[in-house]
């Protein structure tokens, strides 16, 4: 098992940068691939930012490319999602999850098997 949980969520203005946080316990963080997805109301959750064990594959949605990054810190079980420039749009429940490495990038919600409980992001135009 393992257990995921978000912070660093708000409430920000457009042009806003944010930066989520998602700390791991319960088994070898390294193992991992991390996704970070997102869900609108109303919408299907989605794939935003997704990365390999070792950071060596990393992959964005075309919709934050240029504007979000993320990373991982082993020694720490954590996995970073740094947003700059947020837009309206970008709105919604933001989630981490994780799925044993397997050498493959992953980018559905059904390939996670641990997701956190969710943090919210809002940006105001």
């Known amino acids: 098992q393992v257990q995921l949980v978000e912070s660093g969520g708000g409430l920000v203005q457009a042009g806003d940068s944010l930066r989520l946080s998602c700390a791991a316990s319960?088994?070898?963080?390294?193992?991992?691939?991390m996704g970070w997805f997102r869900q609108a109301p109303g919408k299907e959750r989605e794939c935003v930012a997704i990365?390999?064990?070792?950071?060596?594959?990393?992959d964005y949605a075309d919709s934050v490319k240029g504007r979000f990054t993320i990373s991982r810190d082993n020694a720490k079980n954590t996995v970073y999602l740094q947003m700059d420039s947020l837009k309206p749009e970008d709105t919604a429940v933001y989630y981490c999850?994780?799925?044993?490495?397997?050498?493959?990038?992953?980018?559905?919600?059904?390939?996670?098997?641990?997701w956190g409980q969710g943090t919210q992001v809002t940006v105001s135009s």
């Open positions: 999850a994780a799925r044993r490495d397997s050498g493959i990038s992953y980018r559905q919600p059904r390939d996670y098997d641990y």
């Open positions: 319960g088994r070898t963080f390294s193992w991992y691939a």
């Open positions: 990365i390999s064990w070792n950071s060596a594959r990393i």
